[in-house]
């Protein structure tokens, strides 16, 4: 199967930066589009950007301008640098990749999740 697994959260003062790293590990064939969604307290989860396999993005209103997603389809990881961060970016940050991949001989394509990463920006 497929594991999703978040790296770089963290606490950061407003105006900050921090990068979220997010790597695919098993029997990967291919990922279509990578995406980096959040879930503040008390608030459904929100789409924060994705990517596909070309490299097209796309970015939530919010966030345009100060975050940016990134990709290597070589090593199946999916990346977020988010500058300028404000106190209303704080969240719980989570990846999302659509993975084809193998168990056993056959080839399966399911939707998968990381286990999210705090983000947490002081004013």
């Known amino acids: 199967q497929v594991q999703l697994v978040e790296s770089g959260g963290g606490l950061v003062q407003a105006g900050g930066s921090l990068r979220l790293s997010c790597a695919a590990s098993g029997r990967v064939i291919s990922i279509a589009a990578m995406g980096w969604y959040r879930q503040a307290p008390g608030a459904q989860r929100e789409l924060v950007a994705t990517?596909?396999?070309?490299?097209?993005?796309n970015y939530a209103d919010s966030v345009k301008g100060r975050f940016t997603i990134s990709r290597d389809n070589a090593k199946n990881t999916v990346s977020l640098q988010m500058n300028s961060l404000k106190p209303e970016d704080t969240a719980v940050y989570y990846c999302?990749?659509?993975?084809?991949?193998?168990?056993?001989?056959?080839?399966?394509?399911?939707?998968?999740w990381g286990q999210g990463t705090q983000v947490t920006v002081s004013s």
């Open positions: 999302n990749a659509p993975c084809t991949y193998y168990r056993g001989i056959f080839v399966y394509t399911s939707d998968y």
């Open positions: 990517i596909t396999s070309d490299g097209s993005t």
